[in-house]
């Protein structure tokens, strides 16, 4: 029976240290972290658009956490600097992602500010990166055979508009559009302040 307590000990105390370094300190460190000097809350239609990238799984393939340079070779890239606490002030839940199939979208605002280069990317990605290995999303678009008074014509490329009609990106597009483009974090930031 002695032993069974022992065992019963020594595991409460390995949970507890577990549940130390993985939760309590963590939360002390980002505690009173405040928001980047820059970074501005996300309007309404950018939330929205956070709400289509979250249901359509963009966070499975696309990571929104650039490293380091002592790191990885993010920088190099063109993704910009490595982020920060303070980046992620109004984002709940965080969507740093846990791969990279895709590249980093956390300055994709900076990278790629063309509304037009974006929708034409999610209706079809291959049009603008040959080789994307992301699948198209023409479900958010509509296919008419002429476009009505207010509508968000797509200018695909070549081939890759349909014949004869016109793609017209939906609200929810637009909103996804808006959200993609507020990804800019290229406001200068001090990373030694960030945790005080």
């Not at 910009?80 to 969507?95: E, N, Q, W």
């Not at 637009?174 to 974090?185: I, K, P, Q, S, T």
């Amino acid at each position: 029976m002695e032993n069974e307590y022992k065992l019963l000990g020594g595991a409460m105390v390995t949970i507890a240290l577990a549940i130390s370094a993985l939760v309590v300190i963590p939360y002390i460190q980002v505690e009173k972290v405040e928001p980047s000097p820059g970074l501005k809350p996300y309007t309404s239609e950018q939330l929205r658009g956070r709400g289509v990238y979250i249901s359509n799984g963009c966070v499975y393939c696309h990571s929104q956490q650039p490293r380091s340079q002592s790191q990885a070779p993010d920088f190099q890239r063109g993704w910009g600097r490595a982020s920060v606490a303070g980046d992620y002030y109004y984002d709940t839940p965080h969507l740093l992602g846990t791969m990279r199939t895709g590249p980093d979208l956390f300055n994709i605002g900076a990278r790629q500010p063309s509304v037009d280069w974006h929708l034409g990317h999610l209706y079809q990605p291959r049009a603008y990166v040959p080789g994307s290995n992301m699948p198209s999303y023409p479900f958010l678009f509509d296919i008419k055979d002429k476009a009505e008074e207010g509508d968000k014509v797509v200018n695909l490329p070549g081939n890759f508009a349909p014949e004869g009609k016109v793609v017209v990106a939906k609200p929810e597009t637009m909103d996804l559009v808006a959200y993609l483009l507020a990804l800019d974090h290229t406001y200068p930031v001090d990373p030694q302040s960030v945790l005080n």
